[in-house]
């Protein structure tokens, strides 16, 4: 009886809180271009609003419609993507666009299963789609709502299993208010994201909280659950900036791998830290340069990405070379082409770096 009233009275005090207290800003809210709403969801995932919002507002400058962003050179994409990693969201991003523009004419689909059927939509992004566009009922189901549901019911069932996920996303949506899905879907998510915070909630500022099992029982701090622990593989990265007559040597990474379509300059990579107190005694140099003259001009301190299964670390060596060299699968740029490839966080933070002038004029 007690869960039944719970479940009651849920949507009612979280869309009064909304009307009255809700005051988190973001451009996309109340947004009803299922382009936009697509683009802030897409640019969202895995990334945290403080930075994703610079990045929505200049790919919104850049490409409007969904017809200019179907049409502009995938570089120029990735470019303006730079920095957000995880960029298989990026490759999606284009394939959608492209599809939707060529062979929907440009309409985006204004139904659930069409959207979901999408390159690089999954139930998440097509139910804040389609409530927030088309007034779609269908509950959003992600972090911040994972967490509140799990805390005002008491759901212990761990958040990352086949189970957790199938129990809240049917409780989710059983407490979906069907008459204005997307007021409510937005609501809850902001209430996750500016009360029901992972860390030190808000609780006593919370509407549920007389109706909030881990708050009157004192399990704020346990809930939500997870079963699983990432294990975490460690890679080294030595990167040779080849320099030669005002060019360096760069190429496009494959699939298959971390920075997919993005560029890197030549690359070793080894299970463990390589020792660069001499190298031309290393035998993937040798390899590179066989019996080319090179001088190296310097050795960046070292430089760490945490990803989310892997850490990278590494080192940058610039080597300047009398003679071009010729790397399978490498093409020599200039500083002008050089400023306009997309690169990976690894490399941007190298280049940004004050210390660093790479300047081939």
Not at 90 to 113: Q, R, V, W
Not at 193 to 213: E, F, R, V, W, Y
């Amino acid at each position: 009886m007690e869960e039944t009233a719970n479940r009651k009275f849920f949507a009612k005090k979280l869309l009064a809180w909304n009307h009255s207290d809700n005051d988190r800003k973001m451009p996309w809210k109340g947004e009803k271009d299922p382009y936009k709403i697509w683009l802030s969801e897409i640019i969202l995932q895995q990334t945290r609003v403080e930075q994703g919002l610079a990045y929505y507002n200049r790919f919104i400058t850049q490409f409007p419609t969904i017809q200019k962003l179907a049409k502009a050179p995938e570089t120029t994409v990735f470019k303006l993507w730079e920095g957000l990693g995880y960029y298989t969201r990026c490759k999606n991003l284009i394939a959608t666009a492209k599809y939707i523009s060529e062979k929907l004419k440009g309409k985006f689909p204004d139904e659930y299963e069409s959207i979901i059927g999408l390159k690089g939509i999954g139930p998440y992004t097509a139910a804040a789609i389609g409530s927030f566009a088309f007034n779609l009922p269908h509950a959003v189901v992600d972090g911040n709502v994972f967490r509140v549901l799990s805390r005002v019911f008491g759901i212990a069932t761990p958040i990352d299993s086949t189970e957790g996920k199938k129990e809240f996303t049917q409780l989710a949506n059983e407490l979906l208010d069907k008459k204005q899905p997307g007021i409510y879907n937005q609501a809850l998510m902001d209430l996750g994201a500016t009360i029901c915070k992972p860390q030190q909630p808000l609780c006593t500022t919370c509407p549920l909280k007389t109706n909030c099992s881990a708050y009157l029982q004192g399990t704020i701090n346990l809930l939500p659950i997870k079963e699983k622990s990432i294990v975490k593989k460690t890679r080294w990265f030595y990167y040779l900036i080849i320099e030669h007559n005002q060019s360096v040597l760069v190429h496009k990474r494959g699939a298959k791998d971390i920075w997919e379509n993005l560029y890197e300059f030549v690359l070793i990579e080894n299970d463990k830290i390589l020792p660069l107190e001499n190298l031309k005694k290393i035998a993937a140099i040798k390899n590179i340069f066989g019996k080319n003259s090179f001088e190296v001009t310097q050795i960046s301190k070292p430089y760490r990405q945490l990803l989310t299964h892997q850490t990278i670390h590494g080192q940058f060596i610039r080597i300047k070379t009398t003679a071009p060299l010729s790397i399978a699968g490498y093409e020599a740029v200039s500083q002008k082409k050089l400023d306009k490839l997309p690169f990976p966080k690894f490399i941007t933070g190298y280049l940004q770096d004050k210390n660093v002038s790479l300047n081939l004029l």
